[in-house]
């Protein structure tokens, strides 16, 4: 199994910078799918970003695109998300998430995920 552990967020002026770092233990993401997700308060846990294992292919979701980068992941033991220009709209608890590759979902979904983190705190003030 693996044990991922984020750290990074915090409070940030709108328009600010933030690097989240998800590291993982017992084993490297080498052997699965990883992503970042978000919960705000009273809102579903929503998707991201995401490194397919297969190819390194990088997806985000529409409302980060031009904002976000996911790099690190595949055969490390860390990911990142850099995030910048961000919004209010962008506070929430981010997740970092690993999935085995036998479990058949799209990359972009909970359900492809098994292992998750505590999560970290990110709030953007306006």
């Known amino acids: 199994q693996v044990q991922l552990a984020e750290s990074g967020g915090g409070l940030v002026q709108a328009g600010g910078s933030l690097r989240l770092s998800c590291v993982a233990s017992?084993?490297?993401?080498?052997?699965?799918?990883a992503g970042w997700f978000r919960q705000a308060p009273g809102k579903e846990r929503e998707f991201v970003a995401a490194?397919?294992?297969?190819?390194?292919?990088?997806y985000s979701a529409d409302s980060v695109k031009g904002r976000f980068t996911v790099s690190g992941a595949g055969v490390a033991n860390t990911m990142y998300l850099q995030m910048s220009s961000l919004k209010p709209e962008d506070t929430a608890i981010y997740y970092c998430?690993?999935?085995?590759?036998?479990?058949?979902?799209?990359?972009?979904?909970?359900?492809?995920?098994?292992?998750w983190g505590q999560g970290t705190q990110v709030t953007v003030s306006s």
């Open positions: 017992g084993r490297t993401f080498s052997r699965y799918r």
């Open positions: 490194v397919k294992r297969s190819d390194g292919s990088k």
């Open positions: 998430a690993a999935g085995d590759l036998s479990v058949g979902r799209t990359i972009t979904t909970r359900e492809a995920y098994n292992y």
